[in-house]
């Protein structure tokens, strides 16, 4: 998919115009209501601020959470409102609802360079359901629509897909710098191209897989996928995730990567624990090895420096999902020293979003990426080359 030709905010006129953006403010809080990175909200700004500095009236909405919905304060983008006039020193103005009375007074009151956020979208189930009917209440604010949420490029919502069946719709900044970031790294790589999975299942991820086979010099395979791969060799992995329906698709996998000269590495040993506890009694053991009653939690050693020496002198790299349960201070090793690999490599490299993203940015190592994607799923279907609707539906330049 070329999604390089679709229009962006530049090619619009904005001034004097209601415009709907659609942002990724979905954004962790602790137990106190505070946000605890702002990380999406900052992504955001350089759009907003390009319209309000073009005299757009700039109409935003975002999802936050799950609330099935229905109505629940919890979930409510009020904080979000609050962070974001704070970052840009204006004042947002928030609509208590997202089709109803208070969002039409709001809009309606919105000057020229002003700013408001809608109530959080999944307060509505037509939302996720891409309703006609609320996708069309949506539009009837606006006169333009810029989609600047990557994260949820891959989902056919009202707010992504729905809305653009009435309204010219282009894409912001960041889903501008998504594409071509992306793009130029998958048509033509700097080589060697070496690419990381990680992540619970092998389920999840077979189409990057195969997408990957036809690109790469190098593919590394950790995380709770690894063991399906183990166990279809014959080893056994105890109680550690395995997708047991699955060990004749790992064996092709393997064939495929022989095929295509693809260097496929797999872990050699293993940190695994008694139970699935941050604080379970551990071992490092051979990935051959793993005792009955034991799970693997991480990879060991040995594979930490296996896989940090096959990320040396690459030219790119793209990782999507931790080397183990990275949450986890007593299993993070393995994914910190990929991270390190990654930020010592000097290689072109791309964070695929999800848990990979929130490990870089914990590590401390952010600074040393080329660049981190915001959406995890969305960035997988990417790389799989597999369709984003909430691309696809944006005008053409």
């Given at each position: 998919?070329?999604?390089?030709?679709?229009?962006?905010?530049?090619?619009?006129?904005?001034?004097?115009?209601?415009?709907?953006?659609?942002?990724?403010?979905?954004?962790?809080f602790d137990e106190s209501g505070?946000?605890?990175?702002?990380?999406?909200?900052?992504?955001?700004?350089?759009?907003?601020?390009?319209?309000?500095?073009?005299?757009?009236?700039?109409i935003l909405c975002?999802?936050?959470?799950?609330?099935?919905?229905?109505?629940?304060?919890?979930?409510?983008?009020?904080?979000?409102?609050?962070?974001?006039?704070?970052?840009?020193?204006?004042?947002?103005?928030?609509?208590?609802?997202?089709?109803?009375?208070?969002?039409?007074?709001?809009?309606?009151?919105?000057?020229?360079?002003?700013?408001?956020?809608?109530?959080?979208?999944?307060?509505?189930?037509?939302?996720?359901?891409?309703?006609?009917?609320?996708?069309?209440?949506?539009?009837?604010?606006?006169?333009?629509?810029?989609?600047?949420?990557?994260?949820?490029?891959?989902?056919?919502?009202?707010?992504?897909?729905?809305?653009?069946?009435?309204?010219?719709?282009?894409?912001?900044?960041?889903?501008?710098?998504?594409?071509?970031?992306?793009?130029?790294?998958?048509?033509?790589?700097?080589?060697?191209?070496?690419?990381?999975?990680?992540?619970?299942?092998?389920?999840?991820?077979?189409?990057?897989?195969?997408?990957?086979?036809?690109?790469?010099?190098?593919?590394?395979?950790?995380?709770?996928?690894?063991?399906?791969?183990?166990?279809?060799?014959?080893?056994?992995?105890?109680?550690?995730?395995?997708?047991?329906?699955?060990?004749?698709?790992?064996?092709?996998?393997?064939?495929?990567?022989?095929?295509?000269?693809?260097?496929?590495?797999?872990?050699?040993?293993?940190?695994?624990?008694?139970?699935?506890?941050?604080?379970?009694?551990?071992?490092?053991?051979?990935?051959?090895?793993?005792?009955?009653?034991?799970?693997?939690?991480?990879?060991?050693?040995?594979?930490?420096?296996?896989?940090?020496?096959?990320?040396?002198?690459?030219?790119?790299?793209?990782?999507?999902?931790?080397?183990?349960?990275?949450?986890?201070?007593?299993?993070?090793?393995?994914?910190?020293?990929?991270?390190?690999?990654?930020?010592?490599?000097?290689?072109?490299?791309?964070?695929?979003?999800?848990?990979?993203?929130?490990?870089?940015?914990?590590?401390?190592?952010?600074?040393?990426?080329?660049?981190?994607?915001?959406?995890?799923?969305?960035?997988?279907?990417?790389?799989?080359?597999?369709?984003?609707?909430?691309?696809?539906?944006?005008?053409?330049?």
């Amino acid at each position: 998919m070329n999604y390089l030709n679709k229009k962006t905010v530049l090619d619009i006129d904005v001034t004097g115009k209601k415009v709907l953006v659609r942002c990724d403010f979905n954004v962790p809080f602790d137990e106190s209501g505070n946000i605890t990175d702002t990380k999406r909200i900052d992504e955001s700004l350089k759009t907003i601020k390009y319209l309000i500095d073009n005299k757009a009236k700039v109409i935003l909405c975002s999802h936050l959470g799950r609330p099935k919905g229905e109505f629940n304060k919890k979930f409510s983008l009020e904080p979000v409102a609050k962070q974001i006039s704070k970052s840009l020193n204006i004042d947002v103005k928030f609509a208590q609802d997202v089709i109803g009375e208070s969002a039409n007074i709001t809009v309606s009151q919105l000057k020229d360079g002003e700013v408001c956020l809608l109530e959080n979208l999944r307060f509505h189930k037509e939302e996720e359901k891409n309703d006609p009917e609320f996708s069309k209440k949506l539009a009837s604010l606006a006169d333009l629509y810029v989609n600047d949420a990557f994260g949820t490029c891959h989902r056919a919502h009202a707010s992504t897909v729905g809305v653009t069946q009435y309204l010219p719709s282009v894409c912001g900044f960041l889903i501008q710098k998504e594409i071509s970031t992306m793009s130029k790294i998958l048509d033509n790589p700097k080589r060697p191209f070496v690419s990381i999975l990680g992540g619970a299942k092998v389920s999840d991820k077979i189409g990057v897989i195969n997408s990957l086979l036809e690109k790469v010099d190098k593919l590394i395979i950790g995380g709770g996928m690894a063991y399906t791969f183990m166990n279809s060799l014959g080893y056994s992995v105890g109680t550690s995730l395995c997708e047991s329906d699955k060990l004749d698709l790992a064996r092709d996998i393997m064939a495929k990567a022989k095929e295509k000269n693809v260097k496929l590495f797999l872990p050699v040993d293993n940190k695994v624990g008694k139970e699935y506890d941050p604080n379970t009694e551990s071992q490092i053991v051979p990935a051959d090895k793993i005792p009955d009653g034991w799970m693997g939690l991480d990879i060991g050693t040995k594979t930490a420096d296996l896989f940090s020496e096959a990320i040396k002198g690459a030219g790119t790299v793209v990782w999507n999902g931790p080397m183990g349960v990275s949450e986890w201070d007593n299993f993070a090793n393995g994914t910190i020293a990929v991270a390190k690999a990654i930020a010592d490599s000097g290689a072109i490299s791309i964070i695929g979003g999800g848990d990979s993203a929130a490990a870089v940015e914990k590590l401390g190592f952010a600074d040393k990426m080329t660049h981190i994607s915001t959406g995890g799923g969305a960035s997988l279907q990417f790389l799989e080359g597999k369709e984003l609707p909430g691309l696809s539906h944006l005008n053409d330049k």
